[in-house]
Protein backbone atom coordinates (compact mmCIF):
# COMPACT_ATOMS: atom_id res chain seq x y z
CA UNK A 1 0.00 0.00 0.00
CA UNK A 2 1.49 3.43 -1.07
CA UNK A 3 1.33 6.52 1.66
CA UNK A 4 2.88 10.17 1.20
CA UNK A 5 3.33 11.80 4.07
CA UNK A 6 3.49 15.63 4.59
CA UNK A 7 5.48 17.19 7.26
CA UNK A 8 6.42 21.19 7.89
CA UNK A 9 3.62 22.69 7.83
CA UNK A 10 2.64 25.55 10.58
CA UNK A 11 2.04 29.28 11.42
CA UNK A 12 4.60 32.02 10.91
CA UNK A 13 4.55 35.36 10.07
CA UNK A 14 4.72 37.17 7.00
CA UNK A 15 7.59 37.26 5.74
CA UNK A 16 9.03 33.95 7.03
CA UNK A 17 9.94 30.58 5.44
CA UNK A 18 8.90 26.90 6.08
CA UNK A 19 10.36 23.69 4.72
CA UNK A 20 7.88 21.16 3.44
CA UNK A 21 8.32 17.26 3.05
CA UNK A 22 6.94 14.74 1.47
CA UNK A 23 7.61 10.79 2.24
CA UNK A 24 6.05 8.02 -0.05
CA UNK A 25 6.55 4.87 1.02
CA UNK A 26 5.07 1.09 -0.45
CA UNK A 27 5.35 0.15 -3.82
CA UNK A 28 5.24 2.96 -6.46
CA UNK A 29 6.12 1.71 -9.78
CA UNK A 30 8.45 4.04 -11.77
CA UNK A 31 7.71 7.63 -10.32
CA UNK A 32 7.60 10.51 -13.31
CA UNK A 33 6.37 13.85 -11.68
CA UNK A 34 6.74 14.91 -8.05
CA UNK A 35 4.87 18.52 -7.07
CA UNK A 36 2.95 20.28 -4.46
CA UNK A 37 -0.61 21.59 -4.81
CA UNK A 38 -2.40 24.00 -2.10
CA UNK A 39 -6.07 24.77 -1.44
CA UNK A 40 -6.91 28.35 0.25
CA UNK A 41 -10.15 28.14 2.66
CA UNK A 42 -12.98 27.70 0.11
CA UNK A 43 -11.17 27.61 -2.69
CA UNK A 44 -10.51 24.91 -5.44
CA UNK A 45 -7.06 22.99 -5.27
CA UNK A 46 -4.09 25.14 -7.53
CA UNK A 47 -1.16 23.82 -9.12
CA UNK A 48 2.16 25.14 -7.10
CA UNK A 49 5.43 23.38 -8.35
CA UNK A 50 6.19 20.50 -10.33
CA UNK A 51 9.71 18.50 -10.52
CA UNK A 52 10.55 16.33 -13.09
CA UNK A 53 12.32 12.92 -12.38
CA UNK A 54 15.11 14.75 -14.44
CA UNK A 55 15.04 17.77 -12.08
CA UNK A 56 13.24 20.28 -13.99
CA UNK A 57 11.03 22.36 -11.84
CA UNK A 58 8.27 24.89 -12.72
CA UNK A 59 6.08 27.29 -10.95
CA UNK A 60 3.03 29.00 -10.39
CA UNK A 61 3.39 32.64 -11.50
CA UNK A 62 2.27 33.64 -7.70
CA UNK A 63 5.21 31.61 -5.68
CA UNK A 64 8.49 32.00 -8.58
CA UNK A 65 11.00 33.36 -7.01
CA UNK A 66 9.49 32.61 -3.33
CA UNK A 67 9.04 28.75 -3.78
CA UNK A 68 11.90 26.25 -4.17
CA UNK A 69 11.15 22.40 -5.05
CA UNK A 70 13.41 18.98 -4.76
CA UNK A 71 13.25 15.70 -4.79
CA UNK A 72 15.70 12.67 -3.73
CA UNK A 73 14.69 10.04 -6.00
CA UNK A 74 16.53 7.93 -3.81
CA UNK A 75 14.35 8.41 -1.20
CA UNK A 76 10.69 8.60 -3.14
CA UNK A 77 10.40 12.36 -1.08
CA UNK A 78 9.98 15.65 -2.63
CA UNK A 79 10.33 18.78 -0.39
CA UNK A 80 9.54 22.33 -0.81
CA UNK A 81 11.50 25.23 0.94
CA UNK A 82 8.65 28.41 1.28
CA UNK A 83 10.17 31.38 1.63
CA UNK A 84 9.09 35.31 2.12
CA UNK A 85 5.86 34.07 3.19
CA UNK A 86 2.62 36.13 2.37
CA UNK A 87 -0.58 35.56 4.41
CA UNK A 88 -2.33 34.47 0.40
CA UNK A 89 0.30 31.65 0.94
CA UNK A 90 -2.28 30.43 3.11
CA UNK A 91 -3.80 26.82 2.77
CA UNK A 92 -3.32 22.94 2.90
CA UNK A 93 -0.52 22.31 1.11
CA UNK A 94 -0.70 18.49 -1.14
CA UNK A 95 2.31 16.65 -2.83
CA UNK A 96 1.41 14.70 -5.62
CA UNK A 97 3.04 12.00 -7.03
CA UNK A 98 2.77 10.94 -11.19
CA UNK A 99 3.71 7.73 -11.36
CA UNK A 100 3.54 5.49 -14.54
CA UNK A 101 0.60 3.44 -13.06
CA UNK A 102 -1.26 5.98 -11.25
CA UNK A 103 -1.12 9.28 -9.46
CA UNK A 104 -1.14 9.57 -5.69
CA UNK A 105 -1.94 12.48 -3.08
CA UNK A 106 -0.59 12.75 0.33
CA UNK A 107 -3.11 13.96 3.11
CA UNK A 108 -2.36 17.79 3.50
CA UNK A 109 -0.15 20.00 5.80
CA UNK A 110 -1.71 23.06 6.87
CA UNK A 111 0.39 26.27 6.10
CA UNK A 112 -0.91 29.03 8.00
CA UNK A 113 0.66 32.76 7.19
CA UNK A 114 -0.31 35.85 9.96
CA UNK A 115 0.17 39.69 8.72
Known amino acids: QVQLVESGGGLVQAGGSLRLSCAASGNIFSINDMGWYRQAPGKQRDWVAT???????DYANSVKGRFTISRDNAKNTVHLQINSLKPEDTGVYYC?????????WGQGTQVTVSS
Open 51 to 57: ITNGGSA
Open 96 to 104: HIDARLRDY
